[in-house]
């Protein structure tokens, strides 16, 4: 579309919508920007009207993603504390993915704005080191970091004993909060 107009308003909007729901893998902002020939901050723009609009659409470490809601069925989803160093992120996410569980986002309880939550979206070991390079690249940190490593995840399966499985992987390696503490 480099060659064509700009595309404008209501319709690059209805555009970059249409795009997010018949994909299956996020897509990064550059890309929708090169795609609706504008700028990338245009697309920014775009995507918060959109989400305002009630669009379900969410950032990721690896581009926009638009949520599909999950049949009830096929997805079972869990609440788990985490505690952790920053040097174990990886081996976390990594521990998760390879029992076949999606990890959809990560909360913290901030002292000043209370609950801070932010999609990961990572369900195997390719898109969890492109995550943690992100981080690296960016020089970002963790949220985690603000609370001492303390965090929350929501994780989602196939099946209930997915959740099981990863809960006592997570436990035996020390990621997981002991309710004692």
């Known amino acids: 579309m480099s060659e064509e107009k700009k595309l404008l308003g209501e319709n690059r909007r209805e555009f ?23 700028s990338r901050q245009v697309i920014v723009n775009d995507i918060t009207l959109l989400k305002a609009k009630n669009e379900p659409i969410i950032a990721t470490s690896q581009g926009y993603l638009y949520l599909r809601q999950p049949k009830v069925a096929d ?76 965090h929350i995840h929501t994780i989602v399966a196939k099946s209930k004993q997915q959740l099981v499985d990863v809960e006592k992987a997570l436990n035996n390696a020390g990621f997981l909060m002991n309710l004692n503490e």
């Open 75 to 150: 997805q079972y989803e869990k609440t788990i504390a985490c505690h952790h160093t920053p040097e174990q992120a990886e081996s976390e996410l990594n521990l998760i993915v390879d029992h076949g569980v999606t990890v959809k986002d990560v909360k913290i309880e901030h002292p000043v704005y209370g609950d801070l939550t932010a999609s990961i979206m990572v369900s195997n070991r390719r898109e969890v080191k492109q995550f943690v390079e992100k981080i690296q690249a960016t020089k970002a940190i963790y949220l985690s970091n603000l609370t001492h490593g303390v």
């Open 16 to 38: 970059l919508l249409q795009l997010l729901k018949e994909s299956s893998e996020p897509i990064i902002g550059g890309e929708l920007a090169k795609l609706a020939n504008v």
